[in-house]
């Protein structure tokens, strides 16, 4: 009888060694187990428990620091790069990607092979062999490709590869494994995934990859990867604050009186929200009350100097779970019991829920922004060519005066280009370091390389705003030397000097027959007669010195 216990016993033992030595998904893809209550409340469609077994025999298994990690790969080590488009509104699809980074040097073709690129040297040089792995040659063999191999084209749970027109050139096995449930898949050297996050616990949530690649007659592990992801109740947005003739939009300092375009982003890459009714609310800080709009953009003018808090919510209505049907009224009990018949009898009525029941989500942004004064607006008033008596190897010069709205810049530039405004050729900037005073008008000058047509962008900036304008300028094409400019010269020259002549016989005439005559009370000096000819004559040729005029603040400085 003892004989017969310890008989039974080893067959116990024996048949219990296999389950014991049996892997499961969750032993190999991660280190962490995840309860049956997580697992069941976190259920991913078209996932399956990471409960189930693994088949090491096909898909072995190595532990970190394992030797044969260095020659699962040749030349070097494979690295799997795992992204996502999280975070995710609940609801909505993340989706996951993972890209196979090869050694130096390697890369996948149009069949599936790894192979070497051309004119491309490693550390020990261009490699004779044209395949770093040839999957294609492996994929045609006999004991691979036939139907009696059908046992070594299928996932690590057992379950067939699908044939696709294109399967047999996929050589790597993908095992994503998240919330205690793995999904396989088959492709090249990338590969994505995507999960629908209704059922998934709100919060950062962690997401494994485990690639293998095919090794003849079984698969070998060659990289894996973990990355963070995180579902959310909230409207994920973000704001996009621009305004003309700001300088840096990215300090959130912007000009008075010029209107701030603000534009909302909504991260939703799965389009979750394309069919919500979206509003955005906004308050600016500046007492200019409550904006509701349905648009995602908005332009608003702050006509005060300052620091303002900018406040916005979204509100978007999705799809969402349904409330638990409300019980009505109670029946009103009878005095006394009385059968009656069944068509008539009162029923315990209960709201019907609309099967696509929709629930509210929001999301917040805030910011605070400054607004200060700033240049509002550049004009050029007025394009003058430069004369010179001699020619001078600079080229041709033109001055262009320029008037602008707002603050005095502290500097200006101006660039000088093709006809098309498209080439640049010469770029000057200048502080401007005359005194303008209140009013701004300035003087640029800039040499040009020769005659032509020229496209001239202007710009004046400060430590906050930048303002431009544009012109199209022709400089012409005759030198300051030559005769017809000479020619001119010697006219003018002729003119001024029987000009000065006629003043001075007019001076003597004026002497011979001055008498006195006493000021009258008059404001101004009528222009009638000799004495108003002179007096004109004498202003005209003989001008006062303007270094104490006052009106010499209003003459443009020359930059």
Not at 383 to 399: A, C, F, I
Not at 400 to 425: L, R, Y
Not at 447 to 475: E, I, K, M
Not at 523 to 542: I, P, Q, S
Request: glycine share 8%; hydrophobic share 35%.
């Amino acid at each position: 009888m003892e004989c017969l216990y310890c008989f039974l016993g080893l067959l116990l033992l024996a048949a219990r060694l296999p389950l014991d030595a049996a892997k499961r998904f969750h032993d190999v893809l991660s280190s962490e187990r995840t309860s049956g209550y997580m697992r069941e409340h976190n259920h991913l469609n078209g996932w399956s428990s990471d409960e189930n077994d693994w088949n090491e025999k096909l898909y072995p298994v190595w532990k970190r620091g394992d030797p044969r990690w260095r020659h699962s790969w040749k030349g070097g080590h494979v690295q799997a790069v795992l992204t996502s488009d999280s975070p995710a509104l609940v609801g909505s699809n993340i989706t996951f990607m993972v890209n196979l980074v090869f050694p130096r040097c390697q890369k996948e073709d149009a069949n599936g092979n790894i192979v070497y690129e051309k004119n491309c040297r490693n550390g020990t040089g261009p490699s004779p062999e044209p395949y770093a792995h040839n999957w294609t040659a492996w994929a045609g063999d006999s004991d691979w490709g036939n139907d009696t191999a059908q046992s070594f084209h299928v996932f690590p749970d057992g379950r067939p590869f699908p044939h696709h027109h294109r399967w047999r050139k996929w050589s790597f096995v993908y095992v994503f494994h998240t919330l205690g449930q793995y999904f396989q898949k088959l492709g090249p050297c990338s590969a994505s995934v995507s999960i629908n996050t209704t059922n998934v616990t709100l919060g950062p949530q962690v997401i494994e990859v485990t690639v293998y690649g095919r090794n003849q007659r079984t698969y070998v592990p060659i990289a894996n990867a973990k990355a963070v992801y995180v579902v959310t109740d909230q409207i994920l947005i973000f704001v996009n604050m621009s305004q003309k003739n700001d300088r840096s939009p990215s300090d959130k300092t912007f000009l008075r009186d010029i209107p701030i375009m603000f534009s909302v982003l909504i991260h939703d890459p799965s389009h979750f929200l394309k069919e919500s009714a979206i509003n955005y609310k906004w308050n600016f800080g500046d007492n200019t009350g409550l904006f509701v709009s349905n648009n995602h953009t908005l332009n608003h003018t702050y006509v005060l100097n300052g620091t303002f808090s900018l406040n916005l919510t979204v509100q978007a209505a999705v799809p969402g779970p349904c409330p638990p049907p409300s019980p009505g009224p109670p029946t009103p009990t009878p005095p006394f019991y009385s059968p009656a018949p069944v068509d008539d009898s009162p029923l315990e009525l209960w709201e019907i829920p609309d099967e696509d029941c929709k629930i509210n989500r929001y999301g917040h942004f805030k910011a605070t922004i400054t607004i200060v004064e700033g240049i509002l607006g550049v004009s050029i008033t007025e394009m003058t060519e430069v004369l010179r008596p001699v020619p001078q190897p600079d080229g041709p010069l033109m001055d262009f005066v320029v008037t602008c709205q707002g603050t005095v810049p502290t500097e200006v530039c101006t660039v000088v280009s093709d006809p098309t405004c498209q080439i640049a050729q010469d770029t000057v900037c200048n502080p401007v370091e005359v005194d303008v005073g209140d009013m701004c008008l300035l003087t640029v000058r800039r040499a040009f390389s020769g005659s032509g047509t020229y496209c001239v962008n202007l710009t004046l900036a400060d430590n906050a705003s930048l303002a431009l304008t544009s012109t199209l300028v022709s400089v012409p094409g005759r030198n300051p030397g030559s005769p017809l400019r000479m020619a001119n010269g010697g006219a003018l020259a002729s003119v001024g000097f029987l000009a000065i002549l006629v003043t001075v016989f007019a001076l003597l005439v004026y002497k011979k027959h001055k008498k006195y005559k006493p000021i009258e009370n008059s404001t101004g000096v009528k222009g009638k007669g000799l004495d108003g000819f002179l007096e004109h004559a004498k202003v005209k040729f003989f001008p006062r010195s303007q270094e104490k005029d006052p009106l010499l603040r209003n003459q443009p400085g020359v930059l």
